[in-house]
T-cell receptor, first 115, second 116 residues
């Protein structure tokens, strides 16, 4: 069964304190791994797509990396405005092995950055 | 920058009533999705829609749910007879197409559905 697991569930950082979030996945035939940011009461906001092991993407203080089993979202010198829930998702297939792009999400990591 | 829009932002309804949630996907996108998120839980897939028909649906998407693309821009989710457990945030998403470069999905701001 396709699964996406994120850790930790919650992370509290001081402003400027760098850290990493983890996303582990088991899926047959990876068609990409996506990171989203979700603010309270809002929709997921697309951040990155990673397609193959070794790939890295960067955006401001965020860097996403991918291995064959997991992805990391590194946050360098975070600011309070980086506080949000970070979601990881992968496209998964139906029982027949066909993918129409359905995303399976992890439960998210709630990041709080204190000034 | 093009974005997915959803209306209403909040819908309160009584159990047993019908509701229609509306979405306008990004204009050149071909695949459309509905997801829901019960408070404090994961985002869950409901249904995908392509070429004017459902391409995949989850176990949650039973006979009480339906989707429609009534014109070239709107995409709707109808719940025929709402239950208390339908209370959730409902997100519409769209993506460009099938090839590997376009599996990315873009989400709308959501409709908070409260069933009383």
């Amino acid at each position: 069964e396709d699964q996406v697991t994120q850790s930790p569930e919650a992370l509290r950082l001081q402003e400027g304190e760098s850290s990493s979030l983890n996303c582990s996945y088991t899926v047959s035939g990876l068609r990409g791994l996506f990171w989203y940011r979700q603010d309270p009461g809002k929709g997921p906001e697309f951040l990155f797509t990673l397609y193959s092991a070794g790939e890295e993407k960067e955006k401001e203080r965020l860097k996403a990396t991918l291995t064959k089993k997991e992805s990391f979202l590194h946050i360098t010198a975070p600011k309070p405005e980086d506080s949000a829930t970070y979601l990881c998702a992968v496209p998964t297939s139906n029982a027949g092995g066909t993918s129409y792009g359905k995303l399976t999400f992890g439960q998210g990591t709630i990041l709080t950055v204190h000034p | 920058e093009p974005e997915v829009t959803q209306t209403p932002s909040h819908q309160v309804t009584q159990m047993g009533q019908e509701v229609i949630l509306r979405c306008v996907p990004i204009s050149n996108h071909l695949y459309f999705y509905w997801y829901r998120q019960i408070l404090g839980q994961k985002v869950e897939f409901l249904v995908s829609f392509y070429n004017n028909e459902i391409s995949e649906k989850s176990e949650i998407f039973d006979d009480q749910f339906s989707v429609e693309r009534p014109d070239g821009s709107n995409f709707t989710l109808k719940i025929r007879s709402t239950k208390l457990e339908d209370s959730a945030m409902y997100f519409c998403a769209s993506r460009k197409g099938l090839n590997i470069a376009s599996y990315e999905q873009y989400f709308g701001p959501g409709t908070r559905l409260t069933v009383t």
